[in-house]
């Protein structure tokens, strides 16, 4: 991930992003996204407010030169990004283990605290309860060795499991510069009362096809890019798909025309030439103890 650092007294960030920095103060994170022009999305992005003048912003790590290229004209904008890494810890253990180092049980979700010049917030992405730690290289190794004593490291293989059980969207498969947050149903982190960038062409756009969920019926695997069908009428495509081990059947995230996202609508996804049945269905699809977007 990327992690950059504004100074924004004129408070030229909000025009830069759609949900409103208003509702933030000082030691609470708050999702949000980077619209451009057309209203699509450049990057969905957490906001740490550390002061009334300074935000810390947690960034994709495949759009950190896209995003600093965006903003760092308008805004003055620091990439610390070599300078903290940023550790994960997720689970129902991780209150229980991340205590053993710093006093952070108290913390609500979506909140955050500092110490020295260490940042530990009780965010992440996963859909379970967890911290996300941004420290000094030095200081994070150390951390970090001492952690794989108590937790199992594990790949973005499984995080990528967990996001999609919880419904999450991910950069460059649900949310991208075409895509708007109408279309991946995330108007409720967009301020249409507020004036931002892209805001009249995201309310223009006709939307024909939107978000939603399916699950095979039979054994599969959904990926990213398969087409979806209603009889003989293609109806949609996955963004992202897996295999869940909680459900023990596949499951997917995928854009389908707005008529046919019903619940329990039967449908089929093409695989490597043979049709595999489904059905759509709303998500998450498994019910977690928190997720990215808890306020």
């Not at 990439?79 to 108290?106: H, M, N, R, T, W």
């Not at 594990?154 to 947050?181: F, H, K, M, Q, W």
């Amino acid at each position: 991930m990327g992690r950059l650092l504004i100074e924004d007294p004129e408070k030229k960030l909000q025009y830069f992003t759609t949900n409103n920095l208003d509702k933030l103060s000082v030691g609470k994170v708050q999702y949000n996204l980077l619209p451009n022009e057309k209203g699509g999305i450049k990057d969905d992005v957490t906001v740490y407010m550390l002061s009334e003048i300074e935000f810390f912003l947690c960034v994709n790590a495949a759009n950190r030169q896209k995003v600093i290229n965006w903003l760092s004209p308008h805004l003055k904008l620091r990439d610390l990004s070599g300078e903290l890494v940023q550790i994960a810890l997720q689970g129902p253990k991780s209150e229980e283990i991340i205590s053993k180092f710093y006093p952070v049980s108290d913390l609500k979700y979506y909140r955050f605290k500092v110490f020295d010049k260490t940042i530990i917030s009780r965010t992440g992405y996963t859909g379970e309860d967890g911290f996300e730690i941004y420290v000094s290289p030095e200081e994070g190794k150390e951390l970090f060795l001492e952690l794989v004593k108590l937790a199992k490291p594990c790949g973005l293989g499984a995080r990528d499991v967990l996001r999609i059980e919880a419904g999450l969207p991910l950069y460059g498969n649900e949310l991208s510069e075409e895509i708007t947050p109408i279309e991946v149903n995330l108007e409720k982190f967009v301020d249409f009362s507020k004036e931002f960038i892209g805001k009249e062409a995201m309310l223009k756009k006709k939307v024909k096809k939107k978000l939603f969920g399916l699950e095979l019926t039979e054994k599969g695997i959904p990926r990213k890019g398969y087409r979806v069908f209603k009889g003989d009428r293609e109806i949609g495509w996955i963004s992202s798909g897996t295999y869940s081990p909680t459900l023990n059947k596949g499951i997917a995230l995928c854009f389908v025309d707005i008529e046919e996202r019903k619940e329990g609508n039967e449908v089929e996804i093409e695989v490597r030439g043979r049709r595999v049945r489904g059905v759509l269905r709303k998500y998450p699809f498994v019910r977690t103890p928190a997720g990215r977007y808890q306020k």
